[in-house]
């Protein structure tokens, strides 16, 4: 089983600040690597998929980025409707998914 | 546009069953590939099974913690996802979401792009 390791797991941080979220994978996954957004409640949303490429509708200040086993997602200029727990998934291996980043506002 | 809403959630005592609905609309999910994802409460996301598009054979594939218990399958006819749930356990407790993956020019791509809003599973005595 491929696990996946995300860092930091809570960030806090204010609107309009720019972060990077981190991934690492125990093994390559070349660029089959995803991020989601999870808001309370809610269903995951789909953000980016192979490691870079922003999925239909996302806003462009998210951006994903990586190869191998080390994945980041940045999200610039944040917007109070980012503040969400952020999970990363590969597909290299059937599918498992990292633990989490939570995001909450300062 | 695209919709799948999920059913079929409850209470049921360890070793019981219970069968999941995800009525799908939009598109058809035959030629799709659908998978059951859950999430344990306060904790993240693990996948649970799969069905391959049609063209593709309509195989089926689980994640080892549900393998022998957990069927996925399919009723073209009504456009509907089923995961029927048998000898549940306590640790099988969560909300269970039914996704459609992300599907482009280059076939499958593996990640779920569609989710419906999620049937919450509780086992329990």
Known sequence: EIVLTQ???????????????????????TNFLGWYQQKPGQAPRLLIYDASNRAAGIPTRFSGSGSGTDFTLTISNLEPEDFAVYYCQQRGYWYTFGQGTKLEIK | EVQLVD???????????????????????????????????????????????????ATTDYAAPVKGRFIISRDDSQNTLYLQMDSLKAEDTGVYYCTRELSDSSGPRHYFQYWGQGSLVTVSS
């Open chain 1, 7 to 29: 860092s930091p797991a809570t960030l806090s941080l204010s609107p309009g600040e720019r972060v990077t979220l981190s991934c690492r994978a125990s093994q390559s996954l």
């Open chain 2, 7 to 57: 059913s079929g959630g409850g209470l049921v005592e360890p070793g019981g069953s219970l069968r999941l609905s995800c009525a799908a609309s939009g598109f058809s999910s035959t030629n799709a590939y659908m998978t059951w994802v859950r999430q344990a409460p306060g904790r993240g996301l693990e996948w649970v099974a799969r069905i391959k598009s049609k063209s593709d054979g």
